[in-house]
């Protein structure tokens, strides 16, 4: 199994109050991920992280940033959570991230719920 | 626009038999490829197959194959002699080189129950 960690693997917050997940990899992958599943949407790209200080938006940013101070750890943060933040939440490495066949690992998941 | 398309949110199958599980992609891109996920009840993300669109014949492995129609546009997994164990959640995923990520981009998944 990849060397993923996702902390915390459940929380539980307020709508309004920054909340932080962290993905620990020990592969030293060069490119990190987040996702958010959610029903009848599949996983859906949040950012991504080509390397240390390198990152980009993917596809449902809006509300999110993200940190990568180190190669092994990628930082998701919620500025001011919402509920429709409410979802779980996958990191992914994968080595090279430039292969059109690299595919990805995943950690277990967060999931979080904004009340 | 919608990339990956799974139109299956459901199916059961009787263990033993086999099972097709239905993915259609979008892409005008040559180059692509096409994975297929696993997520048991646990919730963890498996990886389970590959196809590339040079890929000349169809993926295997093990139980899973990559039923690959390239005009169509489709990339359904087959699994054959399906098992208990099998009862999962099915993701279809694309890779092409649009945006500079190219990023994984995931069907709506598909649940299939194997009944004994």
């Known amino acids: 199994d990849a060397g993923i960690t996702q902390s915390p693997r459940h929380k539980v917050t307020e709508t309004g109050t920054p909340v932080t997940l962290r993905c620990h990899q020990t592969?030293?992958?060069?490119?990190m991920y987040w996702y958010r599943q959610d029903p009848g949407h599949g996983l859906r790209l949040i950012h991504y992280?080509?390397?240390?200080?390198?990152?980009d938006k993917g596809e449902v940013s809006d509300g999110y940033s993200v940190s990568r101070s180190k190669t092994e750890d990628f930082l998701l943060t919620l500025e001011s959570a919402t509920s429709s933040q409410t979802s779980v939440y996958f990191c992914?490495?994968?080595?090279?991230?430039?292969?059109?066949?690299?595919?990805?690992?995943f950690g277990s998941g967060t999931q979080l719920s904004v009340l | 626009a919608q990339k990956i398309t799974q139109t299956q949110p459901g199916m059961f199958v009787q263990e033993k038999e086999a099972v097709t599980l239905d993915c259609t992609y979008d892409?005008?891109?040559?180059?692509?490829?096409l994975f297929w996920y696993k997520q048991p009840s646990s919730g963890e993300m498996i990886f389970l197959i590959y196809?590339?669109?040079?890929?000349?014949q169809n993926a295997t492995e093990g139980r899973y194959s990559l039923n690959f129609q390239k005009a169509r546009k489709s990339a359904n997994l087959v699994i054959s002699a399906s098992q208990l164990g099998d009862s999962a959640m099915y993701f279809c995923?694309?890779?092409?080189?649009?945006?500079?990520?190219?990023?994984?981009?995931f069907g709506s998944g598909t649940q299939l129950t194997v009944l004994p």
């Open positions: 992914a490495i994968s080595e090279r991230g430039q292969g059109i066949g690299e595919k990805l690992f």
């Open positions: 592969e030293n992958h060069r490119y």
């Open positions: 992280s080509y390397g240390v200080k390198d990152t």
């Open positions: 892409t005008s891109d040559p180059s692509y490829g």
């Open positions: 196809q590339g669109s040079y890929d000349q």
């Open positions: 995923a694309m890779r092409d080189y649009s945006g500079s990520a190219r990023q994984l981009t």
